[in-house]
């Protein structure tokens, strides 16, 4: 496998109106696929959203080495 920087992140399914494109817009259009409002929606993205700009401090605190965190860093959007 190669690693493939790139500004628009895509998914292996589609989930919501805007296909494949892994962004918060498209798992809120999705929301009626899983029985939650709109808000309930906005509210779990604003959960996760903020789970996922703290990933480099949570993979130092379980030991993840320098080296694998920099090959990781591209996996993770720093726009959320």
Same mark, same amino acid.
């Given at each position: 496998?190669?690693?493939?920087?790139?500004?628009?992140?895509?998914? #292996?399914?589609?989930?919501? =109106?805007?296909?494949?494109?892994?962004?918060?817009?498209?798992?809120?259009?999705?929301?009626?696929? /899983? =029985?939650?409002?709109? =808000?309930?929606?906005?509210?779990?993205?604003?959960?996760? #959203?903020?789970?996922?700009?703290?990933?480099?401090? %949570?993979?130092?605190?379980?030991?993840?080495?320098?080296? =694998?965190?920099?090959?990781?860093? %591209?996996? /993770?959007?720093?726009?959320?």
């Amino acid at each position: 496998p190669s690693i493939i920087h790139s500004e628009t992140y895509m998914l #292996s399914m589609n989930i919501g =109106d805007k296909g494949k494109e892994a962004s918060l817009e498209n798992a809120y259009s999705a929301a009626k696929y /899983f =029985d939650i409002t709109s =808000d309930e929606a906005h509210q779990i993205g604003i959960e996760l #959203s903020t789970q996922v700009k703290n990933w480099e401090s %949570h993979y130092r605190q379980c030991g993840v080495s320098s080296e =694998d965190i920099e090959k990781l860093r %591209h996996s /993770f959007r720093a726009d959320l």
